[in-house]
């Protein structure tokens, strides 16, 4: 699918970048798109730019995805937060069960509003997160503060990696890899600081 993508970025011109734009929206935004290629397809759009194929500067392009990315992420969080319960309660659901909406809770009070930045560099909990924030009661204010910086983060990442590194064959072929890395990275020390934690066990209250 992202073959197919690709190639029809390459023949669109400065339309490309809508059709960037709405599959970034879709992605976060509806249940169904964690099956889209949000990395990848950032990546090859930043190359395709640096090369001029698609005709629009990058200064132009990364707003304009960025403002989908947020969009798309402010639509998952809305469903979460209206019909979410509603979902949950029904024996037939399958994308989003009790289960999944005590496990994003337990994720948020562990690691606090960075959650929905961290999401954002993973393929499908961008596309869950936004829903489970919702669903969770996540307080709207937190979570548009946050859904801004990983939105324009991750946007601006992408792109910029394809725009200057596109003409590397090991980054080209192993963004994938390199994002997830990148989100372990950022999560050592909260892992550490759990681990810790565990190992000097729970407080003894004194009298």
Do not use: K
Not at 19 to 26: E, G, M, P, R, Y
Not at 60 to 65: C, I, L, S
Not at 85 to 94: A, D, K, M, N
């Amino acid at each position: 699918m992202s073959g197919a993508i690709d190639s029809l970025l390459t023949s669109l011109g400065p339309l490309a970048v809508l059709i960037v734009a709405a599959i970034v929206f879709a992605e976060s935004g509806i249940l169904a798109g964690f099956f889209l290629p949000g990395d990848s397809l950032l990546f090859t759009t930043g190359l395709l730019v640096a090369h001029g194929t698609i005709g629009v500067p990058i200064w132009v392009v990364a707003p304009v995805v960025a403002a989908a990315a947020v969009a798309g992420d402010q639509v998952g969080y809305l469903i979460g937060r209206r019909a979410g319960p509603r979902v949950l309660s029904r024996p037939s659901s399958r994308l989003l069960t009790p289960a999944h909406l005590e496990r994003a809770a337990t994720f948020f009070d562990r690691h606090g509003p960075r959650a929905v930045v961290l999401a954002r560099f993973v393929p499908v909990a961008r596309t869950f997160t936004p829903v489970a924030a919702g669903a969770g009661r996540m307080p709207y204010p937190t979570f548009v503060t946050f859904n801004v910086i990983g939105g324009v983060a991750w946007t601006v990442l992408m792109l910029a990696a394809g725009y200057l590194l596109g003409g590397v064959a090991l980054v080209s072929q192993h963004i994938e890899l390199i994002t997830l890395g990148v989100v372990a990275v950022s999560l050592l020390p909260a892992a550490v600081s759990v681990v810790r934690g565990r190992a000097r066990g729970p407080r003894v209250p004194q009298h």
